[in-house]
């Protein structure tokens, strides 16, 4: 996929705005992107370690320090779902061609 094709790009995170930005725009790309209507439906998303109930125990995600910016896991899943819409929006914009 788009991966193998053309250069990697990246982006240096330089504050926690930035950080926890970025964190909910990789967790909700794979609806934004039609390839799931529910994130908790999704395998290959980090998404259900930082709002399951589960401390992490079984997760290879480290959720501590992103989630310490919110009061609890809801905070964080509501934070993260609140811009899904939005998300959706701007990928029908991007794909839109001028004739």
């Known amino acids: 996929g788009p991966l193998f094709e053309g250069r990697f790009k990246n982006v240096l995170i330089e504050t926690d705005q930035q950080l926890i930005h970025v964190s909910r725009y990789i967790h909700i ?12 439906d999704y ?3 980090s998404y259900s370690s930082y709002i399951s109930n589960n401390d992490g125990g079984n997760s290879i995600c480290k959720t501590k320090t992103l989630l310490s910016y919110f009061k609890n896991k809801e905070d964080y899943r509501q934070f ?4 899904v819409d939005y998300g959706k929006e701007l ?3 991007k794909h839109l061609a001028l004739d």
């Open 91 to 93: 990928e029908k914009i």
């Open 80 to 83: 993260v779902l609140n811009q």
């Open 43 to 45: 395998p290959w998303s």
């Open 29 to 40: 790309n794979p609806i934004v992107s039609n390839l799931t209507k529910n994130l908790n």
